[in-house]
T-cell receptor
Framework: DAGVIQSPRHEVTEMGQEVTLRCKPI?????LFWYRQTMMRGLELLIY????????DSGMPEDRFSAKMPNASFSTLKIQPSEPRDSAVYFC????????????FGEGSRLTVL | KNQVEQSPQSLIILEGKNCTLQ??????????LRWYKQDTGRGPVSLTI?????NTKSNGRYTATLDADTKQSSLHITASQLSDSASYIC?????????????FGTGTKLQVIP
Protein backbone atom coordinates (compact mmCIF):
# COMPACT_ATOMS: atom_id res chain seq x y z
CA ASP A 1 0.00 0.00 0.00
CA ALA A 2 1.30 3.47 -0.87
CA GLY A 3 0.14 4.99 2.39
CA VAL A 4 -1.63 8.33 2.76
CA ILE A 5 -0.74 10.59 -0.16
CA GLN A 6 -0.79 14.36 0.16
CA SER A 7 -0.19 17.10 -2.35
CA PRO A 8 1.42 19.50 -2.73
CA ARG A 9 4.35 18.84 -0.40
CA HIS A 10 5.24 22.50 -0.35
CA GLU A 11 3.15 25.56 -1.16
CA VAL A 12 4.22 29.18 -1.06
CA THR A 13 1.52 31.74 -1.71
CA GLU A 14 0.69 35.34 -1.08
CA MET A 15 -1.78 36.59 1.47
CA GLY A 16 -5.31 36.60 0.11
CA GLN A 17 -4.81 33.75 -2.32
CA GLU A 18 -6.80 30.52 -2.24
CA VAL A 19 -4.95 27.39 -1.16
CA THR A 20 -6.16 23.83 -1.79
CA LEU A 21 -4.49 20.86 -0.14
CA ARG A 22 -5.29 17.34 -1.29
CA CYS A 23 -5.30 13.94 0.35
CA LYS A 24 -5.77 10.33 -0.74
CA PRO A 25 -6.31 8.06 2.29
CA ILE A 26 -5.32 4.41 2.60
CA UNK A 27 -7.86 2.24 0.81
CA UNK A 28 -10.33 0.64 3.21
CA UNK A 29 -9.84 3.18 5.99
CA UNK A 30 -13.16 4.64 7.14
CA UNK A 31 -11.76 7.67 8.93
CA LEU A 32 -9.92 10.68 7.50
CA PHE A 33 -8.41 13.51 9.49
CA TRP A 34 -6.89 16.89 8.79
CA TYR A 35 -4.33 18.17 11.31
CA ARG A 36 -2.25 21.33 11.50
CA GLN A 37 1.19 21.32 13.11
CA THR A 38 3.09 24.36 14.35
CA MET A 39 6.08 24.71 16.63
CA MET A 40 4.03 26.55 19.24
CA ARG A 41 0.90 24.39 19.34
CA GLY A 42 2.00 20.98 18.06
CA LEU A 43 -0.59 18.87 16.24
CA GLU A 44 -4.15 20.19 16.26
CA LEU A 45 -7.16 18.37 14.87
CA LEU A 46 -9.02 20.52 12.37
CA ILE A 47 -11.73 18.15 11.15
CA TYR A 48 -12.40 14.47 10.68
CA UNK A 49 -14.67 12.39 8.49
CA UNK A 50 -16.22 8.96 8.95
CA UNK A 51 -17.37 7.25 5.75
CA UNK A 52 -17.03 10.58 3.90
CA UNK A 53 -19.29 12.41 6.39
CA UNK A 54 -17.82 15.25 8.50
CA UNK A 55 -18.12 14.27 12.16
CA UNK A 56 -16.37 17.06 14.02
CA ASP A 57 -15.19 20.34 12.52
CA SER A 58 -14.87 22.24 15.80
CA GLY A 59 -11.14 22.56 15.25
CA MET A 60 -11.49 24.49 12.00
CA PRO A 61 -10.13 27.94 12.86
CA GLU A 62 -12.71 30.04 11.06
CA ASP A 63 -14.89 30.30 8.00
CA ARG A 64 -11.87 30.74 5.78
CA PHE A 65 -11.21 27.03 6.18
CA SER A 66 -13.34 24.37 4.54
CA ALA A 67 -12.90 20.64 3.95
CA LYS A 68 -14.66 18.19 1.69
CA MET A 69 -14.60 14.48 1.11
CA PRO A 70 -16.54 13.78 -2.09
CA ASN A 71 -15.66 10.08 -2.07
CA ALA A 72 -13.78 7.48 -0.05
CA SER A 73 -10.49 8.08 -1.83
CA PHE A 74 -10.16 11.86 -1.90
CA SER A 75 -10.38 14.86 0.40
CA THR A 76 -9.49 18.54 0.15
CA LEU A 77 -8.73 21.26 2.66
CA LYS A 78 -9.24 24.75 1.31
CA ILE A 79 -8.19 28.08 2.77
CA GLN A 80 -9.72 31.17 1.21
CA PRO A 81 -8.42 33.81 1.65
CA SER A 82 -5.12 32.71 3.12
CA GLU A 83 -3.29 34.72 5.81
CA PRO A 84 0.32 34.61 7.08
CA ARG A 85 -0.83 33.03 10.36
CA ASP A 86 -2.05 30.02 8.37
CA SER A 87 1.57 29.09 7.68
CA ALA A 88 2.07 25.58 9.10
CA VAL A 89 2.41 21.96 8.09
CA TYR A 90 -0.94 20.38 7.31
CA PHE A 91 -1.22 16.63 7.77
CA CYS A 92 -3.84 14.29 6.48
CA UNK A 93 -4.25 10.98 8.31
CA UNK A 94 -6.51 7.98 7.90
CA UNK A 95 -7.52 5.19 10.24
CA UNK A 96 -9.35 1.89 10.04
CA UNK A 97 -11.17 2.96 13.20
CA UNK A 98 -12.00 0.76 16.15
CA UNK A 99 -11.38 1.50 19.83
CA UNK A 100 -7.60 1.72 19.42
CA UNK A 101 -7.49 2.93 15.87
CA UNK A 102 -3.99 3.86 14.77
CA UNK A 103 -3.57 7.05 12.80
CA UNK A 104 -1.62 6.71 9.56
CA PHE A 105 -0.22 10.07 8.55
CA GLY A 106 0.77 11.42 5.17
CA GLU A 107 4.02 13.29 4.64
CA GLY A 108 2.35 16.66 5.15
CA SER A 109 1.93 19.82 3.10
CA ARG A 110 4.12 22.70 4.24
CA LEU A 111 2.26 25.96 3.63
CA THR A 112 3.95 29.35 3.68
CA VAL A 113 1.76 32.43 3.28
CA LEU A 114 3.72 35.60 2.59
CA LYS B 1 -9.27 20.28 30.23
CA ASN B 2 -7.44 17.22 28.90
CA GLN B 3 -3.71 17.80 28.71
CA VAL B 4 -0.62 15.83 27.74
CA GLU B 5 2.75 17.18 28.86
CA GLN B 6 6.06 15.80 27.69
CA SER B 7 9.54 16.24 29.04
CA PRO B 8 12.17 17.11 28.26
CA GLN B 9 11.33 19.38 25.31
CA SER B 10 14.61 18.46 23.69
CA LEU B 11 17.47 16.09 24.36
CA ILE B 12 20.92 15.45 22.90
CA ILE B 13 22.62 12.12 23.55
CA LEU B 14 25.65 10.25 22.25
CA GLU B 15 25.14 7.33 19.91
CA GLY B 16 24.95 4.08 21.83
CA LYS B 17 23.58 5.66 25.00
CA ASN B 18 20.15 5.05 26.50
CA CYS B 19 17.51 7.68 27.17
CA THR B 20 14.04 8.00 28.67
CA LEU B 21 11.29 10.35 27.58
CA GLN B 22 8.40 11.24 29.87
CA UNK B 23 4.70 11.83 29.31
CA UNK B 24 2.21 13.02 31.95
CA UNK B 25 -1.45 13.29 31.14
CA UNK B 26 -4.70 14.43 32.73
CA UNK B 27 -7.02 12.71 30.24
CA UNK B 28 -9.78 10.94 32.12
CA UNK B 29 -11.36 8.50 31.74
CA UNK B 30 -8.45 6.89 29.93
CA UNK B 31 -8.65 4.61 26.92
CA UNK B 32 -5.16 4.21 25.50
CA LEU B 33 -1.80 5.92 24.99
CA ARG B 34 0.37 5.82 21.90
CA TRP B 35 3.91 6.95 21.24
CA TYR B 36 4.57 8.26 17.74
CA LYS B 37 7.95 8.93 16.13
CA GLN B 38 8.16 11.85 13.71
CA ASP B 39 11.25 12.17 11.54
CA THR B 40 12.08 15.66 10.28
CA GLY B 41 9.89 16.51 7.31
CA ARG B 42 7.79 13.37 7.65
CA GLY B 43 4.47 12.41 9.21
CA PRO B 44 4.28 10.72 12.64
CA VAL B 45 4.44 6.92 12.77
CA SER B 46 3.07 4.85 15.66
CA LEU B 47 5.64 3.00 17.77
CA THR B 48 3.51 1.44 20.51
CA ILE B 49 0.04 1.49 22.04
CA UNK B 50 -0.67 1.00 25.73
CA UNK B 51 -4.10 0.20 27.11
CA UNK B 52 -5.24 0.51 30.71
CA UNK B 53 -4.26 -3.02 31.68
CA UNK B 54 -0.77 -2.91 30.18
CA ASN B 55 2.23 -1.49 31.99
CA THR B 56 5.11 -2.41 29.68
CA LYS B 57 5.41 -2.96 25.95
CA SER B 58 8.47 -3.28 23.76
CA ASN B 59 9.09 -2.65 20.07
CA GLY B 60 12.70 -3.49 19.31
CA ARG B 61 14.93 -1.01 21.14
CA TYR B 62 11.88 0.99 22.26
CA THR B 63 10.16 0.13 25.54
CA ALA B 64 7.09 2.01 26.72
CA THR B 65 5.76 1.92 30.27
CA LEU B 66 2.43 3.07 31.64
CA ASP B 67 1.32 3.84 35.19
CA ALA B 68 -2.41 4.50 34.89
CA ASP B 69 -2.68 5.38 38.58
CA THR B 70 -0.21 8.27 38.38
CA LYS B 71 -1.13 9.02 34.75
CA GLN B 72 2.45 8.75 33.57
CA SER B 73 4.14 7.02 30.66
CA SER B 74 7.73 6.76 29.59
CA LEU B 75 9.51 5.74 26.41
CA HIS B 76 12.93 4.19 26.90
CA ILE B 77 15.33 3.94 23.99
CA THR B 78 18.16 1.47 24.36
CA ALA B 79 21.52 1.68 22.57
CA SER B 80 20.51 4.75 20.59
CA GLN B 81 21.30 5.05 16.88
CA LEU B 82 21.62 8.10 14.66
CA SER B 83 18.31 7.12 13.05
CA ASP B 84 16.57 7.62 16.40
CA SER B 85 16.96 11.38 15.91
CA ALA B 86 13.35 12.55 15.67
CA SER B 87 10.48 14.03 17.64
CA TYR B 88 8.57 11.63 19.86
CA ILE B 89 4.93 12.47 20.45
CA CYS B 90 2.74 11.07 23.23
CA UNK B 91 -0.93 10.76 22.25
CA UNK B 92 -3.66 9.91 24.76
CA UNK B 93 -7.19 8.81 23.93
CA UNK B 94 -10.01 9.27 26.40
CA UNK B 95 -13.46 7.81 26.88
CA UNK B 96 -16.10 7.74 25.62
CA UNK B 97 -14.57 6.89 22.29
CA UNK B 98 -14.29 9.20 19.36
CA UNK B 99 -11.37 11.01 17.89
CA UNK B 100 -12.45 14.23 19.58
CA UNK B 101 -11.03 12.67 22.72
CA UNK B 102 -7.52 12.28 21.31
CA UNK B 103 -5.01 14.68 22.90
CA PHE B 104 -1.50 15.21 21.54
CA GLY B 105 1.59 16.20 23.48
CA THR B 106 3.92 18.76 21.92
CA GLY B 107 6.71 16.21 21.65
CA THR B 108 10.30 15.66 22.72
CA LYS B 109 12.93 16.40 20.10
CA LEU B 110 15.76 13.87 20.35
CA GLN B 111 19.10 14.34 18.66
CA VAL B 112 21.58 11.47 18.64
CA ILE B 113 25.12 12.55 17.82
CA PRO B 114 28.12 10.41 16.83
Amino acid sequence: DAGVIQSPRHEVTEMGQEVTLRCKPISGHDYLFWYRQTMMRGLELLIYFNNNVPIDDSGMPEDRFSAKMPNASFSTLKIQPSEPRDSAVYFCASSPGGPHGELFFGEGSRLTVL
Amino acid sequence: KNQVEQSPQSLIILEGKNCTLQCNYTVSPFSNLRWYKQDTGRGPVSLTIMTFSENTKSNGRYTATLDADTKQSSLHITASQLSDSASYICVVSGLPGGYQKVTFGTGTKLQVIP
